[in-house]
């Protein structure tokens, strides 16, 4: 089946500091990435859609301009936690529809990014 | 809109034991369910997916799930649980393909000897 690769798997960083997410779908073309959070023993939580080509789609209640996501090509799609806080620290998951060979019914999920921020 | 409700946050089994995970949707229209795996630190593993086809799906390692509309139901059940099926398990529903899933709260799977 189709793979989305993400890098890093985890991450510690301080306080202010910028981190990259990177996820690539490796053997088709992801025109769209969705972008989840999960905090500790909750459930995974829509943050936003990337689209290649065009602006990412946020959640409500989710800050665009601290987390910036960039779609410059149809393989790859980058979250950057920007002047991370200890709340930020938690599990980052992206995930791609699959590609129109599966019926767009399959989604296609990254290793995660555990991000700790001290 | 879409809803998922997965009751009881936490399930313990014997080894053995028939494994029952239940999960119930809200959605306007015929949905698309899913039932995924979740190991510590790890991402997502689909076990299996209803997409309008058979009402009685069968998934990986032994899971199978079955769709009944009357009961807005897509219950997760394995005959007999093993060690290795301790883990967090995730409900998710879509409207249609290339959609953001919904997910559910998850349901955290103890398997004791």
């Known amino acids: 089946g189709a793979v989305v690769s993400q890098h890093p798997s985890w991450v510690i960083c301080k306080s202010g500091t910028s981190v990259k997410i990177e996820c690539r779908s490796l053997?088709?073309?992801?025109?769209?990435m969705f972008w989840y959070r999960q905090f500790p023993k909750q459930s995974l939580m829509l943050m936003a859609t990337s689209n290649e080509g065009s602006k990412a789609t946020y959640e409500q209640g989710v800050e665009k301009d601290k987390f910036l996501i960039n779609h410059a090509s149809l393989t790859l799609s980058t979250l950057t936690v920007t002047s991370a806080h200890p709340e930020d620290s938690s599990f980052y998951i992206c995930?791609?529809?699959?590609?129109?060979?599966?019926?767009?019914?399959?989604?296609?999920f990254g290793q995660g990014t555990r991000l700790t921020v001290v | 809109a879409q809803s998922v409700t997965q009751l009881g946050s936490h399930v313990s089994v014997s080894e053995g034991a028939l494994v029952l995970l239940r999960c119930n949707y809200s959605?306007?229209?015929?949905?698309?369910l899913f039932w995924y795996v979740q190991y510590p630190n790890q991402g997502l593993q689909l076990l299996l997916k209803y997409t309008s086809a058979a009402t009685l799906v069968k998934g990986i390692n032994g899971f199978e799930a079955e769709f009944k509309k009357s009961e807005t139901s897509f219950h997760l059940t394995k005959p007999s649980a093993h060690m290795s099926d301790a883990a967090e398990y995730f409900c998710a529903v879509s409207d249609m393909g290339g959609t953001a899933l919904i997910f559910g709260k998850g349901t955290t799977l103890s398997v004791s000897s």
């Open positions: 995930s791609a529809p699959g590609a129109k060979g599966q019926g767009n019914t399959e989604a296609f």
């Open positions: 959605s306007s229209v015929p949905p698309y």
């Open positions: 053997d088709f073309q992801a025109t769209t």
